[in-house]
């Protein structure tokens, strides 16, 4: 999940499209703190934790949902 994270918010700076720059970073973030929060999860057993890794890994599928659904493919690559 990391990786994938990185690899997706290199594209969008590559790209240099300012709304998949932002939810990128979001999403990258969201998957750290949900990865942060699970750990906590574990190692102590609070529900605060567990609720915190849901939202999270919710709020990088909606960041992520909006890639998808905002960025569209320049004129280049249709051609290519």
Known sequence: MLVAGVTVLVRAIRARRRLAIAASALGFAA????????????????????????????????????NLLTVVPSAKASEG
């Open 31 to 66: 998957i750290i703190g949900a990865a942060v929060s699970g750990a906590t999860f574990v190692s102590s057993d609070h529900d605060s934790a567990s609720l915190a890794m849901g939202l999270l890994t919710g709020v990088a599928l909606l960041c992520y949902l909006a």
